[in-house]
């Protein structure tokens, strides 16, 4: 079992967008659970109509111990469950009292076994909660425009892993494999995206993989609400090769692995 986080030190860079289409793109393949810890809720809305739908049994509620986490659990499609979050999850910081790095690890450890790969939502501008996601993940993804004020907080987000990720993973046994930084947003004839692409790869070489277009195709799949429409979309085989490259290729030899087998 493989825990990724999706994680940025600002919202509106396609960090939920990214968790949606890993988490779908491995589930053709592997067991996985997506869990929604950004309390913008932009996952959560995407599979959940309304708010009294969620009955207040979400990942919050579980960390403050109010509810079991297979309570949360929401089975999406065969091989792809999701816990939703909740709005007032900036609220974590006051309420955890014990256990602070570890809380999540700790919760969600029961049902780690059920799975193949964790994929996290965390929440951008590096709240509390995006330190229990990053004390507990094998992959980290810090998806990013191209601008040089998007590039800048990249270092802002590599030092708070480094401060807060590396030391608690040793703690709890969990090693961080790989860091990745995803373009995203990308303009592929605007000289701010061919500028920043080139700058990128300059600063960080390998640490960039794929590159993700700036498309109205996924703003629209928020609001269709079906999981299944990603395979239809452009933005697809842009996020297939960025999980095929973030997992080294284990994603390929998957898939040839089952299409011999059928």
Known sequence: MKIISFVSAKGGVGKSTSALYCAYILSKFYKVLLVDLDNQNS????????????????????????????????????????????????????????????????????????????????????????????????????????????????????????????QNQTTIGISLDKLSIVPTLVENRHSISITGLERLKAEYGKDVIGSISKREEIKQQKTYRNIENLEKTLAYEEYLKVVELLLDKKLSQKRKTVGAKS
């Open 43 to 166: 996952l959560t809305r995407y599979f959940i109509n309304t708010h009294k739908e969620i009955n207040n049994k979400t990942i919050l509620q579980v960390l403050l111990e109010k509810i079991s986490l297979k309570e949360t659990i929401k089975q999406v499609s065969h091989n792809l469950d999701f816990i939703p979050s909740d709005e007032f999850l900036e609220s974590l910081d006051a309420e955890l009292k014990h256990q602070r790095e570890y809380k999540l690890f700790y919760t969600l450890k029961p049902v780690m076994a059920d799975y193949d790969y964790i994929i996290i939502d965390s929440p951008p501008n590096l709240p509390v909660h995006a330190k229990l996601a990053i004390s507990m993940s094998n992959y980290i993804v810090i998806p990013t425009p191209l601008s040089d004020w998007e590039i800048d907080t990249i270092p802002i987000v590599i030092n708070y892993i480094k401060a807060y990720g590396i």
